[in-house]
């Protein structure tokens, strides 16, 4: 298997982010427990601890750039509750549409229907 180091360099080298990140806060995705992981990414493989390490080898990263690097912990209970304060259907898209809007800055976009 990949290193979590090596995929973190990869996801890093394909952003194609600037050599310096001062001032910016970057929101990365964690998750509660492993089903939390499981459920919201799909047929990722990962384990929560492998994810949890690209993290934190991808946070680092961040951080050496200047970036302030924040963890938001999502679960699925979140993930149904803003399903219903949207009134959005449970789909693969939305999923990947909820992480993306929890790790997104204030203020949040309304998400797309």
């Known amino acids: ?4 180091k090596s995929i973190a360099q ?3 080298a394909k952003l194609n982010l600037p050599s310096r990140l001062d001032g910016a806060t970057i929101q990365l995705a964690d998750y509660k427990s492993d ?4 459920f919201l990414k799909g047929a990722d493989e990962w384990s929560l601890e492998f994810h949890r390490e690209v993290n934190r080898f991808f946070g680092d990263a961040l951080r050496e750039r200047g970036a302030k690097v924040v963890a938001v912990v999502v679960t699925m209970k979140d ?17 990947a549409q909820f992480i993306s809007w929890s790790t997104a800055p204030e203020p949040k976009l309304m998400p797309i229907r």
């Open 35 to 38: 089903s939390d992981l499981k």
């Open 10 to 12: 990869k996801y890093l």
């Open 79 to 95: 993930y149904f509750s803003w399903l219903a304060k949207f009134d959005l259907k449970n789909t693969t898209e939305n999923r």
């Open 1 to 4: 298997m990949i290193s979590a």
